[in-house]
DNA sequence: TTGTTATTGCGATAATGTTGCAATAATACA
DNA sequence: TGTATTATTGCAACATTATCGCAATAACAA
């Protein structure tokens, strides 16, 4: 299963860096260039299981996008919170790591943590 | 505005109780009797207005609905971390209490932490 | 018992995300 | 450079979750 380089995936992921901040299947599909819904959604999968970005679950459902910083290829550390603003939706990373305990008998998967509130655009 | 108290808010708030984890619509359709899909979500909704239940968000993107506990009326304290399995997808309540210190400027208004993995039963 | 209106059921609708399949195009290789 | 292989795309259909308008129903106050 060799990868290809096309212009959709460079364009993503264009986007994904110069925005900084996440970004939903809509955000993108107002950036880039006219992909169909479906190839965005695979393009993002993709990126996902090559540990070139990481999803944030927002508080409405919708998922978002973020490349990857402070990762190693094979170490993750996605343990960081989100912030997601309640009136301009933009989703981005906080530097706080939080540390978990789970009780006896737990397996720690994954963490998804999202703060929300006002960003300071807009408080 | 007054309420009415009904079989199916009965049944609902029932249900939530003897279960004692969070539940999705989908899990309290086959538990209650047969109740409109419209109904249950207004009730849910109408529990949360009401201070009774809070709510998650699923690394799924869906809507987890939990009996509020210690929580006081107009002081409800949701700052704690939730855990799904992703296995049997129950979702429950975690104890951990956790600081969020946000950048300048941020104000915060909402939590939802959510760790993913494998509870006691599943691992 | 009766009137008011909160609540419900029904159907339609919106939004998000995935999948199967045939057409297209990136890349390896002759 | 030309050709074969197959990763990728577009399209359409589909699945799921959740909300909403409206008319019918039922809780409850009077
Ligand atoms: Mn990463
Ligand atoms: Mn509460
Ligand atoms: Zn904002
Ligand atoms: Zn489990």
């Known amino acids: 299963m060799n990868r290809r380089k096309t ?24 950036v ?9 959604y695979r393009i993002l999968n993709r990126f996902r ?26 170490n993750h550390n996605h343990n960081h919170i989100h912030f997601q603003c309640n009136t301009c939706e933009k989703v981005e990373c906080l530097n706080e790591e939080l540390q978990i305990n789970l009780p006896k008998g737990y397996v720690l998967e994954g963490f998804n943590g999202l703060v929300s509130g006002l960003c300071s655009n807009c408080s």
Do not use: P, W
Not at 7 to 25: I, N, Q, T, Y
């Open 7 to 30: 212009k959709s995936k460079r364009d993503v992921l264009e986007a994904l860096k110069s925005k900084g901040s996440a970004m939903s299947h809509e955000m993108l599909e107002a």
């Open 32 to 40: 880039v260039e006219d992909y169909n819904r479906a190839t965005i």
């Open 49 to 74: 299981e090559e540990g070139i970005v990481h999803r944030i679950v927002g508080v409405n459902g919708k998922q978002y996008f973020a490349i990857c910083t402070n990762c190693e290829k094979e």
